[in-house]
């Protein structure tokens, strides 16, 4: 098969991802043989293309988000068989999918939503996974006491997803910060109650709209330059979810507000081995939310072809974005 891979990391600059033909991946007992047919490329993936060399005699294949079809079972799968079309993100450890085939752990992965192409639907497991475990707790709830959610950074693709995912399954009035006004139309057409401009003062903001603070704050990117406001957004008590926090950040001065903090990360279920089958879990909720007209695809862009310049193009707009 063929498969776009690099051996020594590398910045953009130096971009060195180029197709190669190698051995399609060999099938764990517990695994599917999934012909990829679209991926997603994510900001992790360019950190990763930075920071992470292969082992000698190895390349690494990068991707971890995609749509296809299931070519082969292996013997304790269960739920699927060759032919379905279905959707996920693999695992860290192995092979991604820039390739003409993946091999995955049948339990993180779901049926494909019927409505959705296989680009719609690649750009989805991701993001919507990342956005349920920071917001959902115990009983796949929000915490207790939470009614108003601020989302920073709300029209990137895990804050859209947020936006719906509470819109969808929650109450919480949603509060969500934009600042181009093409962003703004865009929070607000996935649900946003109120859109604030992260460009300018949030907290007087949050006044001018006869607003209190947030009892939860997700905080996409950019987490430590937002730090040293989030007690004039955030009440004391409340819940404040990190997705990026790949780096020291000083938190102390939450402490006077007893803040809670969460670190998000959206393999730590197939890493630790904890609870991987939440992970095909939560994609069958996404499908049936998808299915139901509640969550839409955040697709922005499609390049088509497994091609080094497609894969340097998508590294470079995801670099933009972050």
């Given at each position: 098969m063929k498969a776009l891979t690099y051996?020594?990391?590398?910045?953009?600059?130096?971009?060195?991802?180029?197709?190669?033909?190698?051995?399609?991946?060999?099938?764990?007992?517990?695994?599917?043989?999934?012909?990829?047919?679209?991926?997603?490329?994510?900001?992790?993936?360019?950190?990763?293309?930075?920071?992470?060399?292969?082992?000698?005699?190895?390349?690494?294949?990068?991707?971890?988000?995609?749509a296809g079809i299931v070519e082969k079972v292996g013997p304790h799968t269960t739920g699927f068989q060759p032919g379905d079309a279905v959707y996920g993100a693999g695992d860290l450890s192995r092979d991604g999918n820039y390739a003409d085939y993946v091999a995955v752990d049948y339990r993180v992965v779901a049926h494909k939503p019927a409505g959705l192409s296989f680009p719609e639907a690649a750009a989805l497991p991701m993001s919507f996974q990342t956005a349920w475990g920071a917001l959902l707790r115990n009983d796949n709830q929000l915490p207790a006491g939470v009614g108003t959610v601020l989302v920073l950074g709300g029209a990137g693709g895990i804050g859209s997803i947020a936006i719906q995912l509470l819109k969808a399954r929650t109450r919480a009035k949603v509060i969500a910060t934009a600042s181009r006004p093409e962003s703004k139309r865009w929070v607000e057409a996935m649900g946003a109650d109120v859109v604030l401009d992260h460009s300018q003062d949030l907290a007087a903001q949050l006044a001018q709209h006869g607003l209190e603070k947030a009892d939860m704050v997700l905080a996409t990117r950019s987490s430590a330059s937002h730090l040293a406001t989030i007690p004039q957004l955030l009440?004391?008590?409340?819940?404040?979810?990190?997705?990026?926090?790949?780096?020291?950040?000083?938190?102390?001065?939450?402490?006077?507000?007893?803040?809670?903090?969460?670190?998000?990360?959206?393999?730590?279920?197939?890493?630790?081995?904890?609870?991987?089958?939440?992970?095909?879990?939560?994609?069958?909720?996404?499908?049936?939310?998808?299915?139901?007209?509640?969550?839409?695809?955040?697709?922005?862009?499609?390049?088509?072809?497994?091609?080094?310049?497609?894969?340097?193009?998508?590294?470079?707009?995801?670099e933009k974005a972050t």
């Open positions: 051996q020594q990391a590398h910045e953009l600059a130096d971009f060195a991802l180029h197709l190669q033909e190698v051995p399609v991946p060999t099938l764990r007992d517990s695994d599917l043989l999934i012909r990829v047919e679209a991926f997603a490329v994510n900001p992790g993936d360019a950190l990763f293309r930075r920071f992470t060399s292969a082992a000698p005699g190895r390349s690494v294949i990068l991707g971890w988000e995609f009440k004391a008590y409340g819940h404040l979810s990190l997705l990026d926090a790949f780096q020291s950040l000083d938190v102390s001065g939450l402490t006077p507000h007893a803040i809670s903090v969460h670190l998000e990360a959206v393999f730590a279920r197939v890493v630790t081995n904890q609870h991987p089958k939440q992970q095909g879990q939560i994609l069958r909720e996404l499908t049936q939310l998808v299915d139901a007209g509640k969550v839409r695809s955040t697709l922005q862009k499609t390049l088509p072809g497994l091609t080094s310049e497609n894969i340097r193009e998508a590294h470079e707009l995801v």
